[in-house]
C-alpha cells in the first residue's frame, strides 16, 4: 500500500496545469450508453476512478481506448445491461449507468453502490424520480432491478439538489415520451456540461445551469465528442496549497467562473490574485485571517473544498469556523489534524479552528479522497517529515499530486510497502 512522506516547509512556486474534471468525465462517460457508435473525449484526467469506470463499461460490452488523456468509447448496438457489484461497489458514480440503461432497453440490473444502505441515502432521488417516470423496480440482493416498457415524462422535484439524481434522471429523461421536468436541479457545471453534451447528442433541454431543467424526449439520439472541463476542486486545492505556503503560484487550464465561490473566500486573505483568461496566478504574504466558511450547493462553497479549508485554518491568526450544509458528518480528518498539532473542534456540522503558530510533523491516515488532500497540505507546512498513509484515496480524484506539487517545489515521496 502506498504512503507519502513530506518534508515541510518549502515554499511553492511556479506553474501547474489542472487536470480535467473527473466529476464532469464521468457521467459523460456513462451517457454514451444512450446511442451507439463512436465517441471521443480529450482532456480526460488520468485518474482510478476514470480507470474504474473504464472497466465497468468494458464488462458491459462497449470498447475503449484510453490514453495521453483522450478516450475512445465504441458503443455496439447491444450490450450487457449489467453492472455488477464488483465494480459498482467501490465507486459511487458508477450508478449513473442505470438511467442511460433502462431508458434505452428498458431494462437495468445495477449494483447499489458502495457503502449505500436502502432508505434514507441519496439514491433514493434517483430511484423515486425514475419510478414517476413509468420505471418499476425492486431491490434484489443488493443489486436494483429495473424494468419499463416505455419510459414517460414527469414532474420531478428534488428535496435538497442532487448531483448524481440530476443526472441520472437527465439522461433518462433524454430518450422519454413527453416532456419531463426536473425541480431544484443541481447547477454544478459538471452537470451543466452533461446537459451540453447530450444536446450536443441532439437532445432537447433547456433550462441548463438553473434549478428547472425542462427535456423534451426525442427518439434516438447520435454520438458525438467533447473535451472535459477543468476541475475546480483541483484548483481549488492548489489554490489553498499556494495561499498556506506563502508561495506564489500559476494555475493553468481552468475556468474562472466556476471558481467564484472559492477566489471569493481567497480574496480575504492576505494573497494577491491575478485572473485572465484560463490562469489564476495567486501570491501569499503568509499573514493569514481566520475566515468563516459555510459550504452550500453551487454555486455556492463547494463542500469538496471544506477540508483543504480547514487545513488552512489551522494556521491562521485567529478562530474560524467551517460548517458543512451537505454532507453533515465529514469531518474525519479533523482528528488526523490534530494530531499535527492542529486545535480543532467539531460541533455537529461545524469545525472550529483556533489558529497554531505552526504544525509538526506526524504519521497520519487518510479516510477519504478530499481528506486524503488536506492531510497533505498540511504537510506542507508542517514542521519535519510527515507520513500520510492510505493515499490510494487521493488517486481516485487528483492526478499525479506528488509530482505536480514537487514541481513548484515540494517535497513528497511516493513509498510503495509491498
Not at 37 to 55: A, H, S
Request: with cysteine; proline share 4%.
Amino acid at each position: 500500500m502506498d504512503r507519502f512522506l513530506i518534508n515541510g516547509g518549502k515554499l511553492l512556486t511556479g506553474t501547474v496545469r489542472i487536470s480535467g474534471s473527473k466529476n464532469a468525465s464521468l457521467p459523460l462517460m456513462a451517457s454514451t450508453l444512450l446511442a451507439p457508435g463512436n465517441y471521443f473525449f480529450e482532456n480526460v484526467p488520468d485518474l482510478r476512478d476514470i480507470k474504474t469506470m473504464i472497466r465497468l463499461l468494458q464488462t458491459i460490452g462497449l470498447e475503449l481506448n484510453f490514453a495521453n488523456h483522450k478516450l475512445n468509447i465504441n458503443v455496439p448496438e447491444k450490450y450487457s445491461l449489467v453492472a455488477s457489484y464488483d465494480l459498482v461497489r467501490t465507486m459511487r458514480a458508477s450508478f449513473y449507468v442505470l438511467g442511460p440503461l433502462v431508458s434505452r432497453n428498458g431494462y437495468a440490473k445495477v449494483s447499489l453502490p458502495g457503502g449505500c444502505a436502502w432508505g434514507p441515502r441519496p439514491v433514493n432521488y434517483h430511484l423515486e424520480g425514475l419510478k414517476k417516470m413509468g420505471v418499476t423496480y425492486e431491490i434484489d440482493q443488493g443489486y436494483v432491478v429495473a424494468k419499463c416498457k416505455k419510459m414517460h415524462g414527469a414532474e420531478i422535484t428534488f428535496d435538497v439538489p442532487s448531483v448524481g439524481a440530476t443526472g441520472n434522471i437527465m439522461m433518462a429523461a433524454v430518450l422519454a415520451e413527453g416532456d419531463t421536468i426536473i425541480e431544484n436541479a443541481a447547477m454544478e457545471p459538471e452537470i451543466q456540461q452533461l446537459a451540453l453534451f447530450l444536446t450536443m447528442m441532439g437532445a432537447k433541454i433547456q433550462g441548463i445551469g438553473t434549478k428547472t431543467i425542462r427535456i423534451e424526449g426525442v427518439s434516438d439520439l447520435k454520438p458525438t465528442n467533447i473535451s472535459i472541463i477543468p476541475d475546480r476542486i483541483e484548483a481549488g486545492t492548489f489554490l489553498v496549497a499556494a495561499a498556506m505556503t506563502n508561495g506564489r503560484v500559476v494555475l493553468q487550464n481552468v475556468d474562472l467562473t466556476h471558481l467564484t465561490a472559492i477566489i471569493n473566500k481567497l480574496n480575504l486573505l492576505d494573497v494577491k490574485i491575478v485572473c485572465s483568461d484560463n490562469s489564476i496566478e495567486i501570491q501569499s504574504e503568509g499573514k493569514n485571517n481566520p475566515i468563516n466558511v459555510t459550504t452550500d450547493v453551487y454555486p455556492g462553497f463547494p463542500t469538496d473544498m471544506q477540508a483543504q479549508w480547514i487545513s488552512l485554518m489551522t494556521t491562521a491568526n485567529g478562530t474560524s469556523t467551517i460548517k458543512d450544509t451537505i454532507y453533515h458528518d465529514r469531518f474525519t480528518h479533523v482528528a488526523e489534524l490534530n494530531r499535527l498539532g492542529a486545535l480543532i473542534e467539531v460541533e455537529g456540522n461545524t469545525a472550529i479552528v483556533c489558529g497554531v503558530k505552526k504544525l509538526k510533523g506526524a504519521t497520519v491516515m487518510s479516510t477519504d479522497l478530499r481528506a486524503s488532500a488536506s492531510l497533505i497540505l498540511a504537510g506542507l507546512i508542517a514542521e519535519g517529515q510527515t507520513e500520510v498513509l492510505r493515499i490510494y484515496h487521493i488517486d481516485r480524484g487528483y492526478e499525479n499530486i506528488e509530482e505536480k506539487l514537487n514541481s513548484l517545489g515540494a517535497d513528497i515521496q511516493r513509498l510503495s510497502d509491498k
